[in-house]
């Protein structure tokens, strides 16, 4: 069964911070924190936090913790792709494709062939500007 939408499993890792530091770590890496629908890669909402690990307030604990214990944090940032629930790509079905997802023969490129990872267009100024937005 996949997790309560309120778990705030972000908070979870806050008590092993400090094991981290002991161990001499420098930060600590997350997986894909986005709203997504499945296992994280497959990208919803680039400004909101998966519900399945927690909330803003979650990942904002979390930073802060490690940021007091000297720890960085390090995001999996996944920008090549979206998965098919992203507000954008569903648009493009509707309307027709547009140019922020590279295409093919057979119409919208995806991610090694994984249909339900849809391929961002980083030659698209506007893709780039996206990115930019979210990563700041």
């Keep these: 069964n996949p997790p309560a939408a309120?778990?705030?499993?972000?908070?979870?890792?806050?008590?092993?911070?400090?094991h981290a530091v002991?161990?001499?770590?420098?930060?600590?890496?997350?997986?894909?924190?986005?709203?997504?629908?499945?296992?994280?890669?497959d990208t919803t909402d680039h400004l909101r936090i998966d519900p399945r690990l927690g909330d803003d307030d979650d990942f904002d604990?979390?930073?802060d913790a490690c940021h007091r214990r000297g720890l960085r944090v390090l995001l999996d940032g996944v920008f090549n792709h979206v998965g098919t629930d992203f507000g954008r790509y569903r648009?493009?079905?509707?309307?027709?494709?547009?140019?922020?997802?590279?295409?093919n023969r057979n119409g919208f490129a995806t991610f090694e062939g994984h249909g339900?990872?849809?391929?961002?267009?980083?030659?698209?100024?506007?893709?780039?500007?996206?990115?930019?937005?979210?990563?700041?």
């Design 91 to 103: 648009e493009a079905l509707a309307d027709g494709p547009d140019d922020w997802f590279r295409k």
């Design 22 to 41: 002991e161990l001499g770590a420098s930060g600590i890496a997350l997986g894909p924190v986005f709203a997504s629908r499945t296992h994280g890669y």
């Design 61 to 63: 604990a979390l930073v």
């Design 116 to 136: 339900e990872l849809i391929a961002l267009n980083h030659d698209n100024p506007d893709v780039i500007a996206y990115v930019i937005e979210v990563m700041d």
């Design 6 to 18: 309120d778990e705030h499993r972000l908070r979870r890792i806050i008590e092993w911070l400090d």
